[in-house]
């Protein structure tokens, strides 16, 4: 089946760092990349969606600068959270849109403290 | 942005016990899916509907897309600790766009 990797599992940051996530599909072409944030016990927002190519398209509220997404292949899209402060601490999870599945497929997650 | 409602918000069942959840929307969707997910996990696809009125299993799961479009149910039966969760609904408008996310259900299963 799809499945989509996604780097680091958890990460701790310092304020006013940057920190980049990565998702990769392994075995199929993500067309396009979505990126979500869960804070606890809510659900998944969208933040952005991303095209192979083609700059990403952000979400009302979210901050284009301060997440960078680049989506230069077909199988890698990243997530950078530039200056990242305390409220930034989240879940950030991923999915990748292959062609003709009907039902996104996930990545596992990055749990990210920033302290 | 947009949430779909779902209810119930949580649920505690006995083992064997019968789930049943909803999800309704003020907008229509031609796709509905559930999807499930575990502590620090991303949401794992469990069920895709894709006409108004289908009815659809997996294993123990069944779900249906309402007929107006605008609301789907999932039922499990004969619960086991291994559903313990949270089942979110989500509802695309075509292929390739984004998904909206119902507020999940958080299932409990005692023995």
């Known amino acids: 089946g799809a499945v989509v990797s996604q780097h680091p599992s958890w990460v701790i940051c310092k304020s006013g760092t940057s920190v980049k996530i990565e998702c990769r599909s392994l075995d199929f072409q993500a067309t396009t990349m979505f990126w979500y944030r869960q804070f606890p016990k809510q659900s998944l927002m969208l933040m952005a969606t991303?095209?192979?190519?083609?700059?990403?398209?952000?979400e009302q509220g979210v901050e284009k600068d301060k997440f960078l997404i680049n989506h230069a292949s077909l199988t890698l899209s990243t997530l950078t959270v530039t200056s990242a402060h305390p409220e930034d601490s989240s879940f950030y999870i991923c999915?990748?849109?292959?062609?003709?599945?009907?039902?996104?497929?996930f990545g596992s997650g990055t749990r990210l403290t920033v302290v | 942005g947009q949430q779909l409602n779902q209810s119930p918000q949580s649920m505690f069942i006995q083992e064997g016990e019968d789930v049943s959840m909803n999800c309704t929307s003020s907008?229509?969707?031609?796709?509905w899916l559930w999807y499930k997910q575990d502590p620090g996990e991303g949401p794992v696809l469990l069920i895709a509907?894709?006409?108004?009125?289908e009815l659809t299993s997996n294993g123990r799961l069944t779900a249906q897309f309402g007929i107006t479009r605008k609301d789907s149910f999932l039922n499990i039966s004969a619960s086991i600790p291994s559903d313990v969760g949270i089942y979110f609904c989500a509802g695309r408008t075509g292929t390739a766009s984004k998904l909206t996310f119902g507020t999940g259900t958080r299932l409990q299963v005692t023995l």
């Open positions: 907008s229509i969707f031609n796709t």
């Open positions: 991303s095209n192979e190519g083609s700059k990403a398209t952000y």
């Open positions: 999915s990748g849109d292959r062609k003709g599945d009907y039902g996104y497929t």
């Open positions: 509907l894709y006409k108004a009125g």
